[in-house]
């Protein structure tokens, strides 16, 4: 079926180790961007990027890098990963980022950071 | 910046009517979406409205706006217990160069009563 898709679904790190959570859309679409849901906070926008070897910061990026070698994948990796990252994080696309275009979520990637 | 503000939660009785309400600041907005998210899973997009139209009908779901006091609401008709759900307002932010980043609402809960 034609989406997003997250991976992995569950995460636990350490404080100080690294990883990336992986993001794919086979839907053709420019638009990807990376949030972050925590209670009471709604929706933080990471990084967003609005085709291929374009990206650019959002509201909470510190920690957090991005690339976008393809229109399909946009990973955003975890350079040390501390406590206040314990979050869920999703990845939204949409078919081009002017204002008239709904986002495609993915399922998310649960992350705790011990 | 622009924010979206929304109450964080609603309770009502299956059959009766829910109106979840949303207020934004960004008054140059031509388009406002509404999407749900269910437990553990990411947000889908649930309906959009356009700036100049005042409402916007599908099947149980009455969006409203006033475009004069910024206020989105979504009505949904005879609710059920599958519409327990956490319902986001989200108002596309001009971030420049022609691209909207979407600002998010923290959600309101819906849960329904038996």
């Known amino acids: 079926n034609a989406g997003v898709t997250q991976t992995p679904k569950f995460q636990v790190l350490k404080t100080g180790q690294s990883m990336t959570l992986q993001c794919a859309q086979d839907m053709n679409h420019e638009y990807m961007s990376w949030y972050r849901q925590d209670p009471g906070m709604g929706l933080r926008l990471i990084h967003y990027s609005v085709g291929a070897g374009i990206t650019d910061q959002g509201e909470v990026p510190n920690g957090y890098n991005v690339s976008r070698s393809t229109t399909e994948d946009f990973p955003l990796r975890l350079l040390s990963a501390a406590p206040s990252q314990t979050s869920v994080y999703f990845c939204a696309s949409s078919y081009s980022s002017g204002a008239n275009y709904g986002y495609t979520f993915g399922s998310g990637t649960r992350l705790t950071v011990v | 910046g622009e924010d979206v503000e929304q109450s964080l939660f609603l309770s009502v009785r299956e059959g009766d009517s829910s109106v979840i309400n949303c207020t934004y600041t960004?008054?140059?907005?031509?388009?406002l979406y509404w999407y749900k998210q269910e437990p553990g899973a990411g947000l889908q997009l649930l309906t959009y409205i356009f700036s100049n139209m005042d409402m916007k009908q599908d099947q149980r779901l009455t969006v409203l706006l006033n475009k004069k006091d910024k206020h989105l609401s979504l009505r949904i008709a005879d609710t059920q217990t599958g519409d327990s759900a956490i319902y986001f307002c989200?108002?596309?932010?001009?971030?420049?160069?022609?691209?909207?980043?979407?600002?998010f609402g923290k959600g309101t809960k819906l849960s329904v009563i038996p």
């Open positions: 960004d008054s140059s907005s031509t388009y």
């Open positions: 989200a108002d596309p932010a001009y971030s420049g160069a022609g691209s909207y980043q979407l600002t």
